[in-house]
């Protein structure tokens, strides 16, 4: 007996005539649902996974509006929704973790059962790739936002960096780095508790983020500390003036205390140009805390320009 060539060969013999075209069919289907899924295997941004889903529903399904949507707890979070549903649908839901479950939502164009059966062996196989890219970008997001203020991290500013000064410098643009200091916050969790003190300083993150640009850099950069960068800024008056009208924004803002009065708080802000004072950022932000040393030093609420000179003036022992 001579052995079979090809998989397809051994199907003609064991598949009566009528099915072996949807055998065929279906073997095929599953060999292109393999091949998809190893596409999406590659290390992919979130984006441009959806994306291929969407090109593998459009060009597979002719379908162009869907959503995926995870549920943890009964509550829902819409991962990707591109168009508009109709009343008429098709889910697929799937399992992927002890607390959750993904859905996907389709447009059911008169979709045939053979369609869904379809488009079910294409979840099945991917719909675990779908959630441990979401659970790496949920993971890069944790690492790179403060969990307190949902500002940047010293990790995202670092990272951001390294793209943004040699475009500055390429570019010629000024930046004027801000770093700010809440005065004496210490007081805050020693008079109302650790919650109201996190709570304060979601608020002053709040109403900085509220004033400066979308443009603007603003990150946490610890304790009761925040960096903000005026990405592009035209002059160094034009620092020292939006310094100014922060540092009076922030005395203004307040947090109904657990003593029913509104609490208030200042700040001292210290200024740092590039590249006038450096071209390494690391440095522009060692002036800024230089200055802001230098502005603590005079007093509560105030804002003072690095100046070279005040190096001499910091006891470092």
């Given at each position: 007996m001579t052995p079979n060539n090809t998989l397809i060969e051994r199907l003609n013999q064991i598949v009566d005539?009528?099915?072996?075209?949807?055998?065929?069919?279906?073997?095929?289907?599953?060999?292109?649902?393999?091949?998809?899924?190893?596409?999406?295997?590659?290390?992919?941004?979130?984006d441009v996974l959806y994306q291929k889903i969407a090109k593998e529903l459009k060009k597979e399904f002719s379908i162009e509006c869907f959503?995926?949507?995870?549920i943890t707890d009964n509550k829902k979070k819409i991962l990707y929704q591109q168009g508009s549903l109709s009343n008429k649908q098709y889910n697929y839901t799937s399992?992927?973790?002890?607390?959750s479950i993904?859905?996907?939502?389709?447009?059911?164009?008169?979709?045939?059962?053979?369609?869904?059966?379809?488009?079910?062996?294409?979840?099945?196989e991917t719909i675990q790739l779908?959630?441990?890219?979401?659970?790496?970008?949920?993971?890069?997001?944790?690492?790179?936002?403060?969990?307190?203020?949902?500002?940047?991290?010293?990790?995202?500013?670092?990272?951001?960096?390294?793209?943004?000064?040699?475009?500055?410098?390429?570019?010629?643009?000024?930046?004027g780095?801000?770093?700010?200091?809440?005065?004496?916050?210490?007081?805050?969790?020693?008079?109302?508790?650790?919650?109201?003190?996190?709570?304060?300083l979601k608020l002053y993150a709040d109403t900085i983020k509220h004033h400066i640009r979308s443009s603007d850099i603003a990150v946490?950069?610890?304790?009761?500390?925040?960096?903000?960068?005026?990405i592009n800024v035209d002059t160094e008056e034009r620092a020292m003036m939006l310094a100014n009208n922060l540092r009076e924004e922030l005395a203004q803002t307040y947090l109904i205390s657990p003593n029913n009065d509104k609490f208030k708080k200042t700040v001292c802000i210290g200024v740092s140009m590039f590249p006038e004072d450096s071209t390494d950022i690391n440095i522009?932000?060692?002036?800024?805390?230089?200055?802001?040393?230098?502005?603590?030093?005079?007093?509560?609420?105030?804002?003072?320009?690095?100046?070279?000179?005040?190096?001499?003036?910091?006891?470092?022992f």
């Open positions: 005539k009528v099915h072996i075209d949807e055998v065929r069919d279906i073997i095929d289907k599953l060999t292109h649902i393999n091949l998809f899924k190893h596409s999406i295997e590659d290390n992919l941004s979130i959503t995926i949507t995870l399992k992927v973790s002890n607390e993904m859905k996907i939502t389709f447009c059911d164009k008169n979709l045939t059962e053979y369609n869904k059966l379809t488009l079910n062996s294409y979840f099945k779908i959630y441990i890219q979401y659970i790496l970008l949920e993971l890069k997001n944790s690492s790179m936002i403060d969990p307190q203020t949902q500002l940047e991290n010293r990790i995202s500013f670092n990272i951001e960096m390294k793209t943004l000064i040699p475009l500055a410098l390429r570019e010629k643009m000024n930046i780095a801000l770093l700010i200091n809440i005065d004496r916050f210490q007081a805050v969790n020693d008079e109302h508790g650790d919650d109201f003190g996190d709570q304060f946490r950069f610890g304790g009761a500390e925040f960096l903000v960068l005026l522009i932000v060692k002036n800024a805390e230089t200055a802001l040393i230098g502005a603590q030093d005079i007093g509560r609420n105030n804002v003072l320009r690095f100046k070279e000179e005040e190096e001499n003036f910091i006891e470092l």
